[in-house]
């Protein structure tokens, strides 16, 4: 009850020498620290996770803040550093509350470093980076490389919140590399110096080191009013006599010894006989708390890595909704329905990932800043109403990965993206979308847990590549979905836009509240094609360039045509542009059109009368053709006096409405007048009163 527990992550490249360093800082090892598995003492690296602490005076800055305390306990997580083993490092970092970035002064920067760096963005709020093995740099050029070599690791950590972090020259283990870690006993600092020229010196700048880890450490984030209990378990072991040993460490809440404990992933719960933390026995752990628990009735074969909860607090699920970020130093693209790796705490499953709402979360403000502050502001103005979802915990906070709290909305419109959008209208950034993971295989895990998306299929990059990493994503867990149904409930829609012109005016109007002129009713053209059925655009809203909205009312003719009435009127001329939008939704099988544009309230006028200027009816002129001649022969001139004519009118035309209407015969200039029709062909019978000469085959003109 009187020490503070702080979880430290070492993180590095591999052989950059973090196993030897945690070797001279540890005063307690675990049952898994220091590579003591077989097969990472044959292959000469970290293969997986391993726990050590050691114990100081808890320092005035943190004595504050926990006045309760009087020991400060430092417990290191040695993460592997090979490609191979990123799950196990993702794993690790995020159960920290602050980064150890262990960097080979000698080689510098390497592929590893970066994905490394990547984690700590994600899961620590600080880190101090330790240059190990400065004795490789001869005495008399020390001190100048190891300045180059810091430069160096500033450049890489510029644009990055740890820009002005410290950075530490030290060597664990002056003249070898593994040896510190594979060499004496539990507890011991020794460590055998292969340099005979420095016999005495076994390590450099440890003491410095340690000194800045006590000045720097930030006030760990402990809160043990939280009611759910989570607890990562990264090892699971027997003892004989006593039950099954659970090592992890608590993210979230507080537990007791004889408290009931669920194991999801099993299906049952166990009461908790006993709890130590590194060797010292206690009835109560909390957030924070490294700690093996130990149950009865449990077969430690069946669980290696996991989570243990409170009964009843871990949901399993089969797909999620989470907001998310790209990782910059992932250089590919992110496809929608492409498959990735998910980390979640220890467990890394596949996904399918859909992204969409880069578009959306600019509209609301919300853009992924990593102030805390100001990610709550944000999701305040998001949300309004609506309560923020609870936090998680360690280096498991989504908060560190800019990543806000907010509740997704299933009524909500989302425009439709083929992929994670890094440019939005000609401006590059690094743009929260809201993504759905459909998991290949169901997952046990808390609601607002911190994931990592990854690409660990590719190949990892070489020491080449060191600016490059497969860590993709990160994101939030924020709603449990069943992705076969619930994708169907995403409003995603791609925008549609049709345009047309204003072919006529309707009649002028002077409105009354500002005496401007307008039309209430213009008609448009090409906008629709002429068999296009305008029933299921009757009552959509088209705009104006000047943004004046009005409403398809129906056709205007048979060409295509329509009519549009504006309830405020509109000072658009014939030729302006009328535009049509609207939405079609990906998961509407009915393909229907959807517009979020509102018709305006009415603003009334009173009508223009205009003085109507006579104007000569334009004749319009068809042609036909004369197919027989009929009727009487006049005596006076020998011609007929009347023409069977076609071409004048189709079969449906009724000819009875266009008798008295003038013929005329071009090349005789003779001239006639419909008196009806002739047959079912369209035909019509023409009287001639002057007779007509012209022949069979002769053009003929009807004038209307």
Not at 81 to 100: F, P
Not at 160 to 173: D, H, I, K, M, Q
Not at 233 to 252: A, E, N, Y
Not at 696 to 702: P, R, Y
């Amino acid at each position: 009850e009187e020490v503070l527990n702080v979880n430290v992550g070492v993180l590095g490249h591999v052989d950059s020498g973090k196993t030897s360093l945690v070797k001279i800082l540890s005063t307690l090892l675990s049952t898994a620290a220091l590579d003591k598995s077989k097969q990472s003492r044959q292959r000469g690296m970290t293969l997986d996770l391993g726990f050590s602490c050691f114990f100081l005076d808890i320092p005035t800055h943190l004595a504050k803040k926990y006045p309760e305390k009087s020991k400060l306990q430092m417990t290191l997580v040695d993460c592997p550093g090979h490609a191979s083993l990123i799950r196990t490092i993702i794993g690790g970092a995020q159960i920290i509350d602050m980064v150890l970035l262990v960097v080979d002064a000698y080689k510098g920067w390497q592929a590893q470093t970066t994905e490394c760096l990547v984690l700590a963005e994600l899961t620590s709020p600080h880190i101090i980076v330790a240059l190990n093995k400065i004795d490789m740099f001869p005495p008399q050029e020390r001190e100048g490389r190891l300045e180059t070599a810091k430069q160096a690791v500033w450049r890489r950590l510029k644009g990055t919140r740890f820009a002005n972090s410290t950075l530490v020259g030290v060597s664990a283990c002056v003249g070898g590399e593994k040896v510190a870690a594979t060499e004496g006993e539990e507890g011991q600092h020794k460590s055998t110096s292969l340099n005979t020229n420095n016999p005495d010196n076994d390590t450099l700048n440890v003491d410095v080191l340690v000194n800045k880890l006590q000045e720097e450490l930030p006030p760990p984030k402990r809160d043990f009013s939280q009611p759910t209990f989570y607890f990562s378990i990264d090892h699971c072991f027997p003892i004989r006599g006593q039950g099954t040993v659970l090592t992890g460490t608590v993210l979230s809440g507080k537990i007791s010894v004889n408290s009931m404990l669920e194991f999801p992933t099993l299906g049952f719960e166990r009461k908790v006989k006993s709890m130590q933390m590194f060797r010292r026995r206690v009835q109560q752990i909390g957030q924070g708390d490294r700690a093996g628990i130990c149950v009865s009735n449990l077969d430690s074969k069946l669980l290696e890595r996991g989570i243990a909860a409170s009964p009843g607090a871990v949901q399993l699920l089969k797909g999620a909704i989470a907001v998310v970020r790209k990782v910059p130093y992932f250089d590919g693209s992110l496809k929608c329905g492409s498959k990735f790796h998910v980390s979640v705490g220890h467990t890394t499953i596949m996904a399918t990932v859909t992204f969409w709402g880069a578009r959306e979360f600019q509209k609301y403000g919300v853009t992924g800043s990593r102030d805390s502050k100001a990610l709550s502001q944000q999701s305040e103005s998001k949300n309004k109403a609506k309560p923020l979802i609870g936090h998680s915990s360690l280096g498991g906070d989504a908060d560190l990965a800019g990543l806000p709290r907010i509740k997704f909305d299933f009524q909500e419109d989302f425009l439709q993206q083929n992929s994670l959008l890094e440019d939005l209208d000609g401006k590059a950034s690094n743009f929260l979308h809201w993504a759905m993971l459909d998991f290949q295989t169901p997952v046990y895990c808390p609601l607002d847990s911190l994931i990592i998306g990854s690409r660990l299929d590719v190949e990892a990059p070489d020491a080449s590549s060191s600016s490059s990493c497969r860590l993709a994503f990160s994101g939030r867990i924020v709603e449990k979905i069943n992705p076969v149904i619930d994708a169907n409930r995403l409003k995603l829609y791609t925008p549609k836009v049709r345009s047309g012109l204003i072919a006529k005016l309707g009649d002028p109007y002077r409105r009354d509240d500002d005496e401007k002129v307008v039309r209430y009713e213009v008609f448009g053209d090409e906008l629709f094609k002429k068999e296009t059925n305008m029933k299921i655009f009757t009552g959509m809203k088209v705009v104006t360039k000047a943004g004046e909205v009005g409403e398809i009312k129906g056709s205007y003719g048979t060409a295509g045509q329509f009519r549009v009435w504006f309830p405020q009127g509109t000072e658009a001329l014939v030729g302006d542009e009328l535009i049509l939008e609207f939405k079609r939704y990906l998961n509407d099988e009915k393909k229907g059109m959807h517009q979020d544009i509102i018709l305006p309230p009415e603003r009334v006028g009173t009508r223009i009368e205009t003085q109507q200027k006579s104007k000569k009816k334009k004749t319009k002129i068809v042609n036909g053709e004369v197919v027989s001649l009929k009727g009487d022969i006049l005596e006076s001139n020998g011609k007929h006096t009347m023409a069977i004519i076609q071409g004048f009118f189709t079969p449906d035309v009724n000819i009875r409405e266009r008798i008295g209407v003038q013929v005329m015969i071009p090349s005789t200039k003779e001239e006639g007048k419909i008196v009806g029709s002739f047959g079912k062909a369209g035909k019509c019978k023409v009287s001639f009163t002057e007779g007509i000469s012209a022949k069979v085959g002769t053009k003929a003109e009807m004038h209307s």
